[in-house]
């Protein structure tokens, strides 16, 4: 397996018996690469490219393989979508027939095309495509592009979208729905915050979900009520955005495909040619089917399966079902998506000890009922799924230790990839679990400096001991955890240029902030851009086929407009993919035009 050092000395796995193949066959290359004349006389020579012919050659870059011995390499021969040559120009020119198409990369840098281990695609696609307010940034702004897209937009009976900011709305982060009535008074409105966690409604729209100050609080969520009257003010937290959403009229199949489009089009653009979907339904599935069949699905897809919060184990039957109906082609549907929490901003994230500055003894919301989870997740993990958790406090972080912790001790070790996203923040005792139960440690980088969810939503609410320890990337990395990368588009930017800079400066990717943010827990340029790579891929179980460049392996890769070691880390987000490849096919870019 070609997994990352650290995890690999923590997992104390040797190499298998095809990995020491791979390192041998790669090692005769080299050897035929660089040695004499006479090598070219060998079996072989008879035909024009003794190393079989390659249907397109790079040569003359900077290869930075991310094998296990982080290899650099500066040219990589490709058949049938398949690596078939790394190493030197000189090795690489036995591949070569008149019908090689032949790219001389000019020194220009050559990585793995990244996985993103953490992501949504479709619904950040019909996002995108519907009343967006992403890249704005205050309440101003926010309801004249809602009155905007109301007006071009007449026939829609509701409007609805997202992508607005709780840090535009003060401490608490909670808008009101009188903000839109202004606009728009006689069409239902409801909008998702950037990272989906809270909702902003107007009257109409409350009034069709029959929200009223009678309306008790859902177990998973809270109406933000105004403390006179008891009445919503348009804001919903967490699960009460659920009251809306069902009854907005769902996003159509052919508004899922469009979606799914977009965010193709995109994530190639950004070299990502994988990406672990962190929660799909079954109409998420059918489109990414839909779009697969039609040819033009240029992404590996991981499906994570959604645990219905109001349902009890009785949903594992359906999953099951799910898993055989939608594995096919580049889908994968074997894993689950087990949502723990919500987020400390609006006080939802679970914690093990109470907020500060917040009315009572409050320590968060509980999504999931403790007997329930460990129930779920020990039957899950026997039934061959991996588990995919959101937890964003320590107090939901542990809850999903214990439950794998319970899985292992019933199951033994089936070797199922479970990972826990978000991690904001994580009890010192529970550090080395990551390692020791071998959980992925799914972190989203872009969210690791002091911006003003940070400073003005987390930190005077945790105090100063635990904001000490927030996003404790360096941390798990040092206890020998394995460490994926993802960047939840839509919550935030899908571009893991962006992402990598945050992690090696812990500062804000278009220089928001010039003081790194708890800098000890930093990594270096090299551990980025595995866990982008090789290690997401590791938890997306695509690592045998692809998140390196190495023989045999899938030829998905990308060239870079600069080389990542050459420039200071606080360029890295300005770097361009210049080009895609998936399965050796351009999907984004054109190598004629390097
Ligand atoms: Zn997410």
Redesign the pocket.
């Known amino acids: 397996m070609h997994v990352d050092f650290a995890m690999k000395a923590s997992i104390g796995w040797s190499n298998t018996g095809s990995s020491v193949l791979v390192v041998l066959l790669a090692a005769l290359c080299a050897q035929v690469a660089t040695g004499s004349p006479a090598a070219t006389s060998r079996p072989g020579a008879s035909s024009p490219a003794p190393g079989g012919a390659a249907d397109l050659l790079l040569k003359s870059g900077s290869v930075y393989s991310v094998d296990d011995a982080r290899t650099w390499a500066q040219a990589i021969a490709i058949r049938a979508g398949r690596i078939a040559y790394v190493g030197t120009d000189r090795g690489a020119a036995l591949y070569v027939t008149p019908s090689t198409r032949v790219i001389d990369l000019k020194g220009k840098m050559v990585l793995p095309a990244f996985q993103d281990a ?3 695609p479709i619904s950040s696609g019909i996002q995108a495509n519907s009343c967006t307010l992403i890249g704005l940034n205050t309440p101003t702004q926010y309801v004249a592009a809602i009155e905007r897209y109301a007006a071009a937009h007449p026939d829609k009976p509701w409007i609805t979208g997202g992508g607005w900011l709780m840090s535009a709305f003060g401490p608490g982060g909670a808008p009101r729905r009188q903000l839109i009535d202004a606009v728009v008074p006689d069409r239902p409105v409801f909008l998702s915050s950037t990272d ?1 966690h809270t909702y902003w409604a107007n009257t109409k729209a409350l009034e069709l979900a029959r929200i009223t100050n009678q309306t008790p609080d859902p177990p998973d969520g809270r109406i933000d009520r105004d403390p006179k009257t008891g009445a919503a003010i348009g804001s919903l937290q967490e699960g009460a955005g659920d009251l809306v959403a069902s009854v907005v009229p769902p996003a159509t199949a052919a508004e899922h495909e469009a979606g799914l489009r977009y965010a193709i089009k995109l994530l190639n653009r950004y070299g990502i040619t994988a990406v672990q979907d ?2 799909v339904s079954e109409d998420d599935l059918k489109a990414y089917r839909a779009v697969d069949r039609r040819g033009e699905l240029s992404l590996r897809v991981v499906a994570a399966i959604w645990w219905e919060r109001g349902l009890g184990l009785e949903q594992i039957d359906t999953i099951k079902r799910l898993r055989a109906e939608y594995s096919v082609g580049r889908i994968d549907a074997g894993t689950v998506k087990i949502m723990l929490d919500g987020v400390m901003e609006n006080y939802t994230a679970l914690m093990l000890k109470p907020y500060l500055k917040v009315p009572g003894e409050v320590r968060g919301i509980p999504m999931v009922k403790a007997d329930v989870l460990d129930e779920a997740v020990a039957r899950l993990d026997a039934a061959g799924f991996q588990v995919h958790f ?1 937890a964003i406090g320590d107090g939901a972080v542990r809850e999903a230790l214990d439950a794998i912790e319970r899985a292992r001790h019933l199951n033994g070790d089936l070797g199922h990839r479970h990972h826990i ?2 991690l904001e923040l994580i009890d010192a005792a529970d550090i080395p679990r990551f390692r020791e139960l071998r959980v992925i440690a799914n972190f ?1 980088p872009l969210w690791a400096f002091a911006d003003e969810y940070i400073t003005n939503l987390t930190v005077p609410f945790l105090g100063p001991e635990r904001s000490s320890r927030l996003y404790q990337i360096g941390s798990l990395y040092r206890s020998g955890a394995v460490v994926a990368f ?1 960047s ?1 588009w839509s ?1 935030s930017s899908a571009n893991p240029l962006e992402e990598i800079q945050v992690a090696v400066t812990r500062m804000g990717p278009a220089g928001e902030t010039r003081t790194p943010f708890l800098p000890g827990e930093r990594i270096n340029l090299p551990e980025a851009l595995a866990a982008f790579t090789i290690n997401a891929a590791y938890a997306n179980r695509l690592e045998k086929m692809t998140g390196s460049l190495e023989t045999g392996k899938n030829a998905d890769l990308i060239v870079l407009d600069r080389n990542l070691f050459a420039i200071p880390t606080t360029e890295i987000a300005k770097a361009r993919v210049l080009v895609t490849l998936f399965d050796g096919r351009e999907v984004h870019g054109d190598l004629g035009a390097l």
């Open positions: 953490h992501i949504h989906g962190a929660q959101h996203a978000h989203q993802g939840d919550v």
